[in-house]
C-alpha cells in the first residue's frame, strides 16, 4: 500500500511541475502548426458560409462541395469553436443568484445583468470559426508544403474561402477553445514576456 502512495504521490509532483503546454499535449506551437506526441496539426480556417439566406439548392451544392473535399482528402479532420465568449457559466450563477437572494432590489439588478449577457450572446451567436485540421505524421520536411497547398487549393477549388493558420491564429484558438478568452489581443508564450522585452 505504501508502494501506491508513494507512486501516486510522485505522479502528483510531477503533475505540479509540468507547464501549462505540457499539461495541455502540446510539444510546441511553429508558425503554421501546433506540435503534439500524437502528430503535427496544421490548421486551415475556413470562413462561414450564412446558408440562411442561401438557396436549397445553393445549401445542396456547398454540402457537395465539401463531401469532394472530404472523399480527395482522407486524413482531414474537423473542428467548430466559438470565436467569441460562452456566456453560459455566467448565466447559472446569476439564476443561482437569484434564487437565492431575498432582497427584491438585488433581484432586480442580477435580473437585468442576465438580460445584458442574453442580448450579447444574441449579437454573436453566430460567432463561430471552422476549421480543417490535418495531421502530419513522419512527413519529410520537403514534402510538407506542396503537400499543405495542394490540400488549400483543393479547398478553394470547391469554392471554400480559406486560409491557412498563423502562430498567433494558432494561440487564440486555443485561448478560446481552453478558456473562452477572445479578449486578448496577443497571446504570450510565457507569463509577462511583453514586460521583458520592454525593458531590455
Given at each position: ?7 501516486r504521490k510522485k505522479k502528483q509532483e510531477t503533475r ?39 438557396s436549397e439548392s445553393s445549401v445542396g451544392a456547398r ?68 476549421l480543417i485540421i490535418i495531421r502530419l505524421r513522419n ?62
Amino acid at each position: 500500500m505504501e508502494g501506491v502512495n508513494m507512486n501516486r504521490k510522485k505522479k502528483q509532483e510531477t503533475r505540479e511541475k509540468a507547464s501549462t503546454r505540457q499539461l495541455m499535449g502540446i510539444d510546441g506551437i511553429t508558425g503554421h502548426s501546433l506540435v503534439t506526441p500524437h502528430g503535427e496539426l496544421v490548421f486551415f480556417m475556413i470562413k462561414p458560409t450564412n446558408i440562411s439566406v442561401l438557396s436549397e439548392s445553393s445549401v445542396g451544392a456547398r454540402i457537395y462541395a465539401l463531401m469532394n473535399v472530404l472523399k480527395g482528402i482522407a486524413e482531414i479532420e474537423m473542428l467548430c469553436l466559438n470565436s467569441r465568449e460562452n456566456f453560459e457559466d455566467n448565466k447559472s450563477h446569476l439564476k443561482a443568484r437569484m434564487d437565492a437572494e431575498q432582497n427584491p432590489v438585488i433581484r432586480k439588478l442580477l435580473m437585468q445583468d442576465q438580460t445584458a449577457l442574453d442580448r450579447m450572446q444574441v449579437q454573436m451567436a453566430t460567432a463561430r470559426e471552422f476549421l480543417i485540421i490535418i495531421r502530419l505524421r513522419n512527413e519529410k520536411e520537403r514534402d510538407v508544403q506542396p503537400y499543405l497547398s495542394r490540400i488549400e487549393k483543393s479547398l478553394k477549388d470547391q469554392g471554400f474561402t480559406v486560409r491557412k493558420a498563423a502562430e498567433s491564429d494558432i494561440k487564440r484558438l486555443l485561448g478560446v477553445y481552453y478558456e473562452q478568452n477572445v479578449t486578448t489581443e496577443q497571446y504570450e508564450d510565457y507569463d509577462g514576456e511583453r514586460w521583458v522585452i520592454l525593458n531590455e
